[in-house]
Nanobody
Framework: QVQLVESGGGLVQPGGSLRLSCAASVSIRLNTMGWYRQAPGKQRELVAT???????NYADSVKGRFTISRDIAKSTLYLQMNSLKPEDTAVYSC?????????WGQGTQVTVSS
């Protein structure tokens, strides 16, 4: 059974940093994974992805501020978020492409406010 568990969200002031983690119950070595977010009243949007080969892709709104990475040995995906802005406030979820299906974590709330 594939399970994804996110952690690391919270309340942070503008300009601050957070690191999100997504622990998978299966190996992520051969899989594309990504972070997505959904703000209140808005559609879910892509934040960043990383392929099995390590190639990364970012939304324009987070380029230069966020970094996606993974630890294959720990089956864990990360999102380092720096220079956070109020508009980054959202529920952040990780996604794993596994055996032709998409699996999602439960999400973690990130709130950027003074």
């Amino acid at each position: 059974q594939v399970q994804l568990v996110e952690s690391g969200g919270g309340l942070v002031q503008p300009g601050g940093s957070l690191r999100l983690s997504c622990a998978a119950s299966v190996s992520i070595r051969l899989n594309t994974m990504g972070w997505y977010r959904q703000a209140p009243g808005k559609q879910r949007e892509l934040v960043a992805t990383i392929t099995s080969g390590g190639s990364t892709n970012y939304a324009d709104s987070v380029k230069g501020r966020f970094t996606i990475s993974r630890d294959i040995a720990k089956s864990t995906l990360y999102l380092q978020m720096n220079s956070l802005k109020p508009e980054d406030t959202a529920v952040y979820s990780c996604k794993l492409d596994y055996s032709g299906m998409d699996y999602w974590g439960q999400g973690t709330q990130v709130t950027v406010s003074s």
